[in-house]
Each structure stands twice: as C-alpha cells, then as structure tokens.
C-alpha cells in the first residue's frame, strides 16, 4: 500500500459561476478577443480558452460566465480576472470585484490496493449505491455529508464529484475508508 489515500487527493476540475455583467454581445466578444470560438448552432457562448491557468471560459450573452478545467481554486480567481481585464479591454463594464460560486469539484484519489466492488456492494447501504458492472465498471455511492458522489473502482481508485469545497473530497475519503474498515474489506 504506497502512502495514505489523503494524500493521493488530486483536484482534476473546478467548474465555478460567475456574473460578470447585466448582458454582452456575444458576436462582438468573438470577433475581437483572438481565439474565441463561437459556434451559436453548436453551443450559445462564446469558449475563450487560457492557457496560463488552464481554463476555458464559456461567456454567455446573460453575462453569466461558466470557468472550467481549473485545478485549483486559486487559478479560479485569476482565470477570472484575466476574463474581466480581456472584456475591460473591449470598453465592457466589468465589476470591479468578480466573485465566483463554485458549483462543482472533481477529485481523484487511491486507496493504494484493489477493492472487492462486489462485498462492497452487498455490505454498504444500498439505498445509497448503484453497481451494474456491464453498465459502468464502477460503484457510485452517494454520500449525505458531504454531499458528493464517490465512483469507486475495482482498483482501489475514487473519484470524488459534486463538491463545494477543496476539504469535502479529504471527508469523503476519510468516510469511505471507515465504511470499508468496519465492513472488513479494506
């Protein structure tokens, strides 16, 4: 068993909101920030992609604004202001102070050593899971608090989805490894 689970917590993506401004014109956002991609018959926002962080912006004509492909919640922030300095530049009335709602966090984890989804299955409370392995290799378990969905598979690796905050996956993983403990499967 190589370390400890906890710290095999990796953010792989934040996807956060924002509202950045009362309405924008999209068809204008796109032909003057270079690299904008804006497709209204495949998706109806504007895509402005940054590479430093790594984030996609998608800028809606509401002037709601979806941040995606974060790994940390740092890089939210500036991914934010570098999207307000680029509307800024184009005489848009930005606020001042951009806040964001994070709407969900991605983590990946490792218990360290395979897991028997089957036992599993049978042991947890099976209101709370799903496990058809000719559907999806992997047993969804709902957790209440906090209230994530945790993808365990055969391998021992989690992914923690649904969160709020950074610290929800690390009790996510301390609860998954108790729930395996008493049932004697981990």
């Not at 800028?59 to 509307?87: P, R, W």
């Not at 897991?115 to 899971?129: E, H, Q, S, T, V």
């Not at 378990?141 to 905050?165: A, C, M, N, W």
Request: glycine share 10%; net charge neutral; proline share 5%.
């Amino acid at each position: 068993m190589h370390g400890n689970p906890e710290e095999s917590l990796k953010i792989e993506n934040i996807v956060a909101s924002a509202k950045v401004t009362d309405s924008l014109d999209l068809p204008a956002i796109s032909s003057r920030i270079q690299g904008a991609d804006y497709n209204k018959k495949r998706f109806p926002g504007v895509v402005i992609r940054m590479q430093d962080p790594k984030i996609a912006a998608l800028v809606f004509g509401s002037g709601k604004v979806v941040l995606t492909g974060a790994k940390s919640v740092e890089s939210l922030s500036k991914g934010l202001e570098i999207l307000g300095g680029k509307l800024r530049d184009l005489d848009i009335d930005i606020d001042a102070d951009l806040t964001y709602t994070i709407q969900n966090i991605v983590t990946s984890a490792d218990l360290g050593k395979p897991i028997n989804l089957n036992k599993i299955a049978i042991g947890f409370n099976l209101d709370r899971i799903e496990y058809e392995p000719e559907q999806f290799p992997g047993l969804v378990y709902r957790l209440e608090d906090p209230k994530v969905v945790v993808l365990l598979f055969g391998s021992g690796k989690l992914i923690i989805t649904g969160g709020k905050q950074p610290g929800d996956a690390k009790l996510a993983v301390r609860k998954i490894i108790a729930d395996l403990s008493n049932l004697g499967l981990l």
